[in-house]
């Protein structure tokens, strides 16, 4: 029995919050989940995968993690050699560590691909009395890592708040990439195999999370449910000893709002090339980048088809190469290719769709979800080609 239970004699509240250094209990071995509070329902469990190693710690909900502790991804190593590894870490004024390109490395090539060492939903509910300035629930989660990953884990930068966060929290706010994880929604636990969700998850990694941002990035993450793992793919040509950069922001915003997102969100000042740029040049940039969220918001508000001028999305195009924005060149190219499908002619449609086809296979790789968006865009456009055309009388 706990001591601090037994020995408290002011009803059942204040012994449970006497237990708040150790609330957590394995509740199985194969895999290990364990459950970190069991003072309220629905408390979230903690899963230590690859089963026996625990390089990984799984942050979620009891019936989320019975789900994902049956991956069998879990027993699948991922490889990580490269021939020649594209970078290595080291100090970058002002910024902290971060990745430097070690040869020169081609748009499109992966630079690296890694597991988290944590991974769980991005909002969770804990007791009242585990807080971000304690770090009690988080602190359980990291205990039951190996040794080389809670080291990895407690070497990352932690750019929060001493006395709000607690150096785990700090680092997890820090570090944390965007994740997806598929999982069941409620409709489908009542009807099992009718359809997937996927939710807000996010995770830590040991390499990937030394990137530094930069309003111009030259590198593109994504996250491979797959193999659940993150990877880095090249956005344009790097040269050997250029720093690799992704980015942690809303690119189209301007310069002074992406600076004041990342002092209050991330706690630091950008101090990339581009927030540096001279007055004038840095207006430019501004300008451009808020025409082509303009053009990127019309677009998403718009009713599919969007009836948008050719010309507009054309000139959004051009800025956002101008910009070096490459996911935006590639959407605002995916709904061009829409857009002349419906209003111009399939042949120039067809141009736009395999511009922005190269665009995603460079950032994104052959599993890039937009790439199953132009094939569906692609197969409309078969159709239509082979409807008969109504005479032109
Ligand atoms: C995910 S970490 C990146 C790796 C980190 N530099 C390190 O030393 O491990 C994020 C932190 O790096 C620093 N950082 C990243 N991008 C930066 C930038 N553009 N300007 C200044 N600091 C930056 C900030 O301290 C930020 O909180």
Request: charged share 20%.
């Amino acid at each position: 029995m706990n001591p601090h239970a037994s020995s408290s004699t002011d009803g059942v509240y204040t012994t449970l919050l006497l237990q708040e250094a150790d609330t957590t209990r394995t509740i199985s071995w194969n895999p290990q989940i364990v459950l970190s509070d069991h003072r309220y329902e629905g408390a979230p469990c903690f899963l230590y995968a690859p089963e026996g190693q625990a390089d990984l710690v799984f942050v979620d909900y009891f019936p989320s993690l019975q789900s994902i502790a049956s991956w069998s991804i879990w027993n699948q190593p991922i490889h990580l050699q490269h021939p020649v590894p594209a970078f290595f870490i080291a100090p970058i004024h002002g910024k902290g560590l971060g990745m430097i390109a070690q040869r020169p490395i081609n748009a499109g090539e992966m630079i690296v691909t890694e597991r988290p060492v944590w991974a769980g939903r991005s909002r969770i509910s804990c007791a009242a009395d585990q807080t971000n300035a304690n770090g009690i629930f988080h602190r359980a989660a990291i205990r039951g890592l190996s040794e080389p990953s809670r080291i990895a884990f407690f070497a990352l930068a932690n750019s929060y708040p001493p006395a709000q966060y607690d150096v785990v929290p700090g680092i997890l706010n820090t570090n944390c990439l965007g994740i997806t994880v598929p999982t069941r929604d409620s409709r489908a636990q009542q009807n099992p195999g009718s359809r997937t969700d996927t939710e807000t998850y996010i995770a830590c990694f040991p390499t990937l999370s030394r990137a530094n941002h930069d309003c111009t990035p030259n590198a593109h993450y994504v996250f491979s449910p797959a193999t659940f793992a993150g990877e880095f793919r090249a956005i344009r040509n790097i040269a050997a000893g250029e720093e690799i950069t992704i980015t942690y922001t809303s690119l189209c915003a301007p310069s002074a709002e992406r600076c004041a997102f990342l002092a209050t969100t991330r706690f630091f000042d950008c101090r990339c090339a581009t927030c540096a740029l001279p007055a004038a040049q840095l207006r430019v940039s501004d300008a451009r980048r808020m025409r082509i969220r303009e053009m990127l918001v019309k677009i998403e508000e718009a009713r599919f088809p969007p009836r948008i001028p050719i010309s507009e999305l054309r000139e959004a195009v051009g800025w956002a190469r101008s910009e070096g924005l490459r996911v935006e060149e590639g959407r605002l190219l995916l709904c061009g290719s829409q857009v002349l499908t419906v209003y111009d002619g399939l042949d120039v449609a067809m141009g736009w769709a395999k511009e922005a086809r190269k665009v995603f296979e460079t950032i994104e790789g052959a599993r890039s979800e937009y790439l199953r968006k132009l094939d569906d865009a692609y197969r409309v456009h078969q159709r239509m080609a082979a409807a008969p055309r109504p005479l032109n009388i």
